[in-house]
């Protein structure tokens, strides 16, 4: 039975979009990490330095649930004294970090949606330039245009049936 299943497992991990969603988390890790360096080292920087010269990363609420009061230099000074923090700063860059990877992924489809509508107008195209302009008359065997209801040459009906 484990047999079984770890062959089943096996095949459905080696399906082509298994493997595609694989590396597609991948990629996805890494460029958070590349987004989530952008908003703490290159946005946030300038951004709390227009505010006042504030530190988002170091901006929380202590509660007062324990006898742990502040002030404390840094979040990591009063996590470390055991106070238990609201750490709204580190929030509001990940909020951030959202937005820019949200805004990304939207860029991303628009282009993969125009790409997709390009190439089903261009496959439209090449179907109608493909498409037959003359058929055969059933009677005396001529080229005839594909509208025609009447053969030129034999000058028999057509039927709307025999139209191909």
Not at 38 to 66: C, Q, S, T
Not at 119 to 126: D, I, R, S, T
Request: charged residues 20%; positive net charge; aromatic residues 8%.
């Amino acid at each position: 039975m484990i047999k079984n299943i770890l062959i089943e497992f096996k095949k459905f991990a080696m399906r082509g979009n298994v493997m595609d969603m694989a590396v597609g988390i991948i990629i996805g890790a890494a460029f958070g990490k590349i987004v989530d360096s952008l908003v703490k080292d290159i946005i946030m920087p300038p951004l709390g330095w227009l505010m006042g010269r504030v530190d988002f990363a170091n901006k929380y609420w202590i509660l007062p649930v324990n006898d742990v009061n502040g002030p404390f230099p840094s979040l990591d000074a009063a996590q470390k004294a055991g106070a238990v923090t609201v750490n709204w700063g580190l929030f509001v860059n990940a909020v951030i970090s959202f937005l820019i990877v949200a805004f990304a992924v939207f860029m991303l489809i628009k282009a993969m949606n125009t790409l997709q509508a390009k190439l089903e107008a261009k496959e439209k195209k090449e179907a109608i330039a493909a498409a037959p302009t003359t058929k055969k008359c059933p009677y005396c065997c001529s080229d005839i245009p594909v509208e025609a209801t009447r053969c030129p040459h034999c000058t028999s009906e057509l039927d709307a049936k025999k139209k191909k």
